[in-house]
C-alpha cells in the first residue's frame, strides 16, 4: 500500500472533554480521496458522517444514521458494533467510517499501523517557538 493515513477522531480542538484518538493507517488511497469519497456519501444518502456519535458520550448511531447506512447503503455493521436496547453501539469508529468510504472507493484497501511507544528523544527543542 502506498499512503500512510490518519483518522483522528473526538475533541481534537480541545474546546469540550479534550479526548480524542488518532489511528493510523496504510492506504491505496490518499486522505483528500477519502474525504471526497465520504463528501459524495453525504451528498448522495443525506448522511452527514462528521454528525456521526457526535453528542458528548453518543457512542451509537441515531435511527435515521442507522436506517440510512443499513437500508439505503445496504451496509452491514457487524464489524463495527453491536444492538442493544434497540440502537446500535459503535466500537470500531474509524472502521465504520472506512467502510461507509468504501461505499464509494470499492477498491479501497487499509491496513491498521501499529504505533510503537518506543521514543528516542533527539533533542531540537530550539526548533519550537509560541
Do not use: W
Not at 12 to 19: L, V
Amino acid at each position: 500500500m502506498k499512503y500512510t493515513i490518519a483518522l483522528s477522531y473526538g475533541d481534537q480542538s480541545g474546546d469540550g472533554h479534550g479526548i480524542y484518538e488518532t489511528d493510523y493507517f496504510y492506504s491505496n488511497y490518499r486522505t483528500k480521496d477519502i474525504a471526497k469519497a465520504i463528501s459524495t456519501v453525504e451528498e448522495t444518502y443525506g448522511l452527514v458522517v462528521r454528525n456521526i456519535c457526535s453528542e458528548y458520550g453518543q457512542n451509537y448511531l441515531t435511527e435515521e444514521e442507522y436506517h440510512i447506512i443499513t437500508n439505503k447503503m445496504k451496509l452491514n455493521l457487524d464489524s463495527y458494533g453491536e444492538e442493544d436496547d434497540g440502537k446500535f453501539y459503535v466500537d470500531d469508529f474509524p472502521g465504520l467510517i472506512i467502510e461507509i468510504a468504501k461505499h464509494v472507493l470499492t477498491d479501497l484497501e487499509v491496513e491498521y499501523m501499529q504505533i510503537t511507544k518506543d521514543f528516542y528523544n533527539i533533542g531540537g527543542y530550539g526548533m519550537f517557538e509560541n
